[in-house]
């Protein structure tokens, strides 16, 4: 069974620029999240969708954003960047069992000028 | 008061030594505790998760969970040079109802040959 993909693995970004990332969970899970990992903050949640439904937000701006598609596919958008915003960029699916457990895709890097 | 709390060593065990991580966590409504392996520049690979009070083991990892003292472990036996990475305790805050995950800030560990 394949992973989860995200795509592009590497983006540079100006200031003030929009990004939008993509993320195809494994097959068959319908539960994405989002997270960002920086070296000070860590990993921090940014959202999740189940269902083409935000179904929970972390404690970000209006800045970030998400959305999911029919076929479990999830894309975030980030307006406005800012230096800050530099950062890896997880995506995590979770399958319809009971577990809860989360698998990471490789993430995409952002680095913000 | 974080919710999520981890040493964030580094640890440092010798070849075949028994290494021990430490978390707690700060929710009491928590159910779902999960332990993440990181290499340097890659994503986070799910090693263990548990659920219930006790002892889970798999293969050279076992986990241990007490609610009652809110604090959640990781025993890797054997340790080996290829187990040096950042260990990342996460813990699911919402009983379920969603996949949101908090993270602590990870333990280093660094296995000496």
């Known amino acids: 069974k394949a992973g989860v993909t995200q795509t592009p693995r590497y983006l540079i970004k100006t200031r003030g620029q929009q990004v939008t990332l993509s993320c195809s969970p494994i097959s068959g899970h319908r539960s994405v999240s989002w997270y960002q990992q920086t070296p000070g903050q860590g990993l921090q949640f940014l959202f999740e969708?189940?269902?083409?439904?935000?179904?929970n937000k972390g404690n970000f701006p209006g800045r970030f954003s998400g959305r999911q598609f029919s076929n479990s596919r999830s894309e975030m958008n980030v307006s406005t960047l800012e230096l800050g915003d530099s950062a890896l960029y997880l995506c995590?699916?979770?399958?319809?069992?009971?577990?809860?457990?989360?698998?990471f895709g490789p993430g995409t890097r952002l680095t913000v000028t | 008061q974080k919710e999520v709390e981890q040493n964030s060593g580094p640890l440092s065990v010798p070849e075949g030594a028994i290494a021990s991580l430490n978390c707690t966590y700060s929710d009491r409504v928590s159910q779902s505790f999960f332990w993440y392996r990181q290499y340097s520049g890659k994503s986070p690979e799910l090693i263990m998760s548990?659920?219930?009070?006790g002892d889970k083991e798999d293969g050279r990892f076992t986990a241990q969970l007490n609610k009652a003292s809110q604090y959640v472990s990781l025993l890797i036996r054997d340790s080996q040079p290829s187990d040096s990475a950042t260990y990342l305790c996460?813990?699911?805050?919402?009983?379920?109802?969603?996949?949101?995950?908090?993270f602590g800030t990870g333990t280093l560990l660094a296995v000496q040959p």
């Open positions: 996460a813990v699911n805050p919402d009983g379920g109802a969603t996949n949101k995950l908090i």
């Open positions: 548990i659920y219930s009070n």
């Open positions: 969708y189940f269902s083409e439904t935000q179904r």
């Open positions: 995590a699916s979770t399958g319809r069992d009971l577990t809860y457990e989360q698998y």
